[in-house]
Nanobody
Framework: QVRLVESGGGLVQAAGTLRLSCAPS????????MGWFRQSPGKEREFVAA????????AYADSVKGRFTISRDNAKNTVDLHMNSLPPDVTAVYSC???????????????????WGQGPQVTVSS
């Protein structure tokens, strides 16, 4: 059974930093693209960041460019999301996503991913 297990969520002050980590089990995603998405209460899931299988290419939502960094360690089969300058009064569940089909591209569309984590909640206080 494939599982994506995220860690690192919680409460953080505005303008603070937080790192989320995703560790798949039951399947290696070391040669597959991966991504992070988030969903706030009452809103649809939105793309945050994605990374190619090699880690050489990344993509970010305009709202997080310059503040968030996605990275991966294929030897450890993990993907991290470093978040800086978090805006106040924002709560969202951040989910890690993995694609089962190999591609060299960076994948930003949620429909292209096959596996999803439950997601830790990130709450930014003012």
């Amino acid at each position: 059974q494939v599982r994506l297990v995220e860690s690192g969520g919680g409460l953080v002050q505005a303008a603070g930093t937080l790192r989320l980590s995703c560790a798949p089990s039951g399947h290696t995603f070391s040669r597959r693209p991966m991504g992070w998405f988030r969903q706030s209460p009452g809103k649809e899931r939105e793309f945050v960041a994605a990374i190619s299988w090699s880690g050489g290419r990344t993509a970010y939502a305009d709202s997080v460019k310059g503040r968030f960094t996605i990275s991966r360690d294929n030897a450890k089969n993990t993907v991290d999301l470093h978040m800086n300058s978090l805006p106040p009064d924002v709560t969202a569940v951040y989910s890690c996503a993995g694609r089962s089909v190999r591609t060299i591209a960076v994948v930003t569309a949620p429909r292209e991913y096959d596996y999803w984590g439950q997601g830790p909640q990130v709450t930014v206080s003012s």
